[in-house]
């Protein structure tokens, strides 16, 4: 048993620590809480910094989502533009080459218009002739014929005088 007891106590003397080295292990162990709970803060101001961060994100995400949609609503509206403005490219083309008949057809009905009046205007002048020759012809018979005979033969064309 005294080996025993010898035992006990050099295993009891060798676990035990000097005060100063005692102290010394406290303040360390003081000063690890000290970090430690300076850790656990940070962790926590991280830990909302990242829930801030991610209601940011999910904001950003949302506006991206929001500008996305705009911009395709945007190229839509081009495209849409682009193929009225396609379409009515279409159209003038074919107005202005149906103008371009239109003109032709009308170029040729002025110029059958004016063959036209030249045939009038040489029909006009021909009457005109015919006229001053009946009145020249008249004149003469009136001086040869009396105005009884004048009548006479008038009448027999159908002339009627009142």
Request: aromatic letters at 4%.
């Amino acid at each position: 048993m005294k080996s025993f007891l010898l035992i006990i106590i050099l295993i009891s003397l060798g676990s035990c620590v000097s005060s100063k080295k005692h102290n010394q292990l406290f303040l360390t162990m003081e000063s690890l809480q000290k970090e430690y709970n300076k850790t656990q803060d940070d962790l926590a101001d991280c830990n909302e910094d990242k829930s801030e961060l991610k209601n940011k994100v999910e904001k950003l995400n949302l506006e991206k989502d929001h500008l996305k949609k705009r911009v395709d609503d945007l190229e839509n509206g081009f495209q849409f533009a682009k193929k009225n403005n396609d379409n009515l490219t279409e159209r003038i083309s074919d107005l202005s080459g149906s103008t371009k008949v239109n003109a032709d057809i009308m170029k040729r009905t002025l110029e059958e218009l004016e063959l036209q009046n030249q045939k009038v205007l040489g029909l006009s002048l021909a009457m005109e002739k015919k006229d001053s020759l009946n009145i020249l012809l008249v004149k003469k018979a009136k001086k040869k014929m009396s105005d009884k005979k004048l009548k006479k033969s008038l009448e027999k064309l159908g002339f009627v005088f009142y």
